[in-house]
């Protein structure tokens, strides 16, 4: 079992950039590949960016890719999603989710989930 937060979401203006965090609690962390969602309102969630168990490995939507970077540290138990550039577009809930297998995009295939961090951007 493991439980996970986002924190690090809030408004900026396009162009700004904000680190995503998610701290996940529970055994084996190390053990799981990650994933960062979105979901807009009225659309579905969304894959934005996985990373695999070791760090070694990462895999993003075209929409962001060169602007947002996933990276983890198991010694804190954390993911990060650093966003630059960021664009109106980007205005979503994101949230972090886990899986004990290998990274993959659909969302019905990972586990377990974050309550979400609002992220608004303005043009």
């Known amino acids: 079992q493991v439980q996970l937060a986002e924190s690090g979401g809030g408004s900026v203006q396009a162009g700004g950039s904000l680190r995503l965090s998610c701290a996940a609690s529970g055994r084996a962390f190390s053990t799981y590949a990650m994933g960062w969602f979105r979901q807009a309102p009225g659309k579905e969630r969304e894959f934005v960016a996985g990373?695999?168990?070791?760090?070694?490995?990462?895999y993003y939507a075209d929409s962001i890719k060169g602007r947002f970077t996933i990276s983890r540290d198991n010694a804190k138990n954390t993911v990060y999603l650093q966003m630059n550039s960021l664009k109106p577009e980007d205005t979503a809930v994101y949230y972090c989710?886990?899986?004990?297998?290998?990274?993959?995009?659909?969302?019905?295939?990972?586990?377990?989930w974050g309550q979400g961090t609002q992220v608004t951007v303005s043009s």
């Open positions: 990373i695999n168990w070791s760090g070694g490995s990462t």
């Open positions: 989710a886990a899986r004990r297998a290998p990274v993959v995009t659909t969302t019905s295939l990972y586990n377990y």
